[in-house]
């Protein structure tokens, strides 16, 4: 299906179908390029339709997304991350759960640095306009590993005035106290 939108897309940039002559329509058809969509389910492949003679390179903005990683193998790898999983357990995990390489290490990398920027915003934030009526904190014990010991994840969370509910504060702690 999505190669056959990729063919389709193509047909409307260049204002004909395939087996229309070319005409006075600038650019012409000129092969493939291999593409690849890493999903959840594993790696599709697919050949992304290019086009020759213009000015400027024609990118398919359905092609765009091939060659990048889905949403739902991010949300894996985040996940794993959370989970306590090294950045190398994770490549491994995936890998043994879909049957092929799906993911670098630098892959596995970026996700989770951008994880840990969008924690540090989130941290940082400014609370200064929240009208707060009650404020709670509490500290819940989650296991870093499966069958391993359990760390302190110390919560602030408040009900503003108009009956919003803010989570303040998230971060680790080895008692409640």
Same mark, same amino acid.
């Given at each position: 299906?999505?190669? *056959?939108?990729? +063919?389709?897309?193509?047909?409307?940039?260049?204002? %004909?179908? !395939?087996?229309?002559?070319?005409?006075?329509? /600038? &650019?012409?058809? =000129?092969?493939? *390029?291999? &593409?690849?969509?890493?999903? /959840? @389910? /594993?790696?599709?492949?697919?050949?992304?339709?290019?086009?020759?003679?213009?000015?400027?390179?024609?990118?398919?903005?359905? /092609?765009?997304?091939? #060659? !990048?990683?889905?949403?739902?193998?991010?949300?894996?790898?985040?996940?794993?991350?959370?989970? &306590?999983?090294?950045?190398?357990?994770?490549?491994?995990?995936?890998?043994? #759960?879909?049957?092929? $390489?799906?993911?670098? =290490?630098?892959?596995?990398?970026?996700?989770?640095?951008?994880?840990? +920027?969008?924690? @540090?915003? $989130? %941290?940082?934030?400014?609370?200064?306009?929240? #009208?707060?009526?009650?404020? $709670?904190?509490?500290?819940?014990? *989650?296991?870093?590993? !499966?069958?391993?010991? =359990?760390?302190?994840?110390?919560?602030?969370?408040?009900?503003?005035?108009?009956? !919003? =509910?803010?989570?303040?504060?998230?971060?680790?702690?080895?008692?409640?106290?």
């Amino acid at each position: 299906m999505l190669q *056959e939108a990729l +063919e389709q897309e193509q047909a409307a940039e260049l204002g %004909r179908d !395939r087996e229309e002559p070319r005409g006075d329509a /600038g &650019g012409y058809r =000129k092969g493939y *390029e291999n &593409g690849t969509l890493k999903t /959840g @389910e /594993g790696v599709l492949r697919v050949n992304l339709p290019q086009i020759r003679g213009r000015d400027e390179p024609y990118r398919s903005p359905l /092609g765009s997304p091939v #060659a !990048r990683t889905s949403d739902v193998l991010q949300q894996l790898i985040i996940e794993r991350d959370v989970g &306590g999983l090294s950045q190398r357990d994770i490549e491994y995990s995936l890998e043994q #759960a879909l049957g092929q $390489f799906v993911l670098s =290490k630098s892959t596995v990398s970026e996700l989770t640095e951008s994880l840990a +920027e969008e924690y @540090e915003t $989130f %941290r940082t934030r400014d609370l200064s306009e929240e #009208a707060v009526a009650d404020l $709670f904190i509490d500290t819940v014990y *989650e296991p870093l590993r !499966r069958w391993g010991s =359990k760390t302190g994840v110390l919560c602030g969370w408040a009900i503003c005035e108009d009956g !919003r =509910k803010v989570v303040h504060s998230l971060s680790t702690a080895q008692s409640e106290s």
